[in-house]
């Protein structure tokens, strides 16, 4: 179960944060004004702006799966310096690519390895609890301030866009 939320999920939302992104640079260029004041955009004085939340929710998904399979060193290394649409875009194209090499059975021992992180010294979770408590969670909070922030500029993006498609099927 592991796998299934951290590939196909996020590599989904991730897709999603792509497709909103397009909405953004779109209704920049339909209102003429340069789509950076979007990507430098908050919700508050004291709030990450847009493209750190692209960043962060980048790093948490890329981190997220590379401490659970014990690969963080194979991790893409990202110097958080992008500055325009297309950038971040690449970043986001990287990590959900990046995320494609990993198989379920990568994941097979993740419940139980011990996990910790650099601000955390001295400190561990299990897998399950570090993918519960912390991995899914940010990762979340992070796309969902990108869409909250696009919402509050105009961008003409819903529920729905955060969403994405979803796997419908005929009733029995």
Not at 42 to 48: E, F, G, I
Not at 71 to 89: C, G, M, R, W, Y
Not at 131 to 155: D, K
Request: glycine share 6%.
């Amino acid at each position: 179960m592991i796998y299934e939320i951290v590939v196909p999920q996020f590599t989904k939302m991730l897709g999603n944060l792509l497709a909103i992104l397009d909405d953004a640079g779109k209704y920049a260029e339909e209102k003429k004004f340069d789509v950076g004041v979007l990507l430098q955009s908050r919700l508050a004085p004291d709030q990450l702006n847009l493209l750190r939340q692209v960043q962060v929710a980048c790093d948490t998904a890329k981190l997220g799966a590379a401490r659970l399979t014990d690969t963080e060193k194979n991790a893409p290394v990202h110097d958080d310096s992008e500055q325009t649409l297309a950038e971040i875009k690449a970043r986001i194209e990287g990590v959900v690519k990046y995320l494609n090499t990993f198989t379920a059975k990568d994941f097979a021992a993740a419940a139980d390895r011990r996990i910790t992180q650099p601000r955390w010294t001295g400190k561990t979770l299990s897998g399950q609890e570090f993918l519960i408590q912390h991995v899914i969670p940010n990762f979340y909070f992070h796309t969902t301030m990108v869409h909250a922030i696009l919402r509050h500029n105009g961008v003409g993006i819903g529920k729905s866009n955060y969403l994405g498609a979803m796997p419908f099927r005929a009733a029995a």
